[in-house]
């Protein structure tokens, strides 16, 4: 059964930090890409963070570059986000998702809930 489930969301004041973890099973997990995504209340999903299958390469979207960390380890099968210097417009609910390399294959986890408040 695949599972990809996200843990360390919670409430923080502006300028703190959190991180974020996504813990896989289910599926051969150094052959997906991984990635992090986030919605907020009545806006589209976006993309915050990506990471290759080796944890080689990294990408960032603009609003959180600088900020945010993406990492993995293939030996726990886990993908983590740093989030650093929180911003109020960084409260969103945070999805890990597997994208299988060379296929159309994807996984979401449930998500976990990140509300930057003072």
């Known amino acids: 059964q695949v599972q990809l489930v996200e843990s360390g969301g919670g409430l923080v004041q502006p300028g703190g930090s959190l991180r974020l973890s996504c813990a896989a099973s289910?599926?051969?997990?150094?052959?997906?890409?991984m990635k992090w995504y986030r919605q907020a209340q009545g806006k589209e999903r976006e993309l915050v963070a990506g990471?290759?299958?080796?944890?080689?390469?990294?990408n960032y979207a603009e609003s959180v570059k600088g900020r945010f960390i993406i990492s993995r380890d293939n030996r726990r099968k886990t993908v983590d986000l740093q989030m650093n210097s929180l911003k109020l417009e960084d409260t969103a609910v945070y999805y890990c998702?597997?994208?299988?390399?060379?296929?159309?294959?994807?996984?979401w986890g449930q998500g976990t809930q990140v509300t930057v408040s003072s």
């Open positions: 990471v290759t299958t080796d944890g080689g390469r990294k």
């Open positions: 289910g599926f051969t997990f150094h052959y997906y890409v």
């Open positions: 998702k597997a994208e299988g390399l060379g296929s159309s294959t994807t996984y």
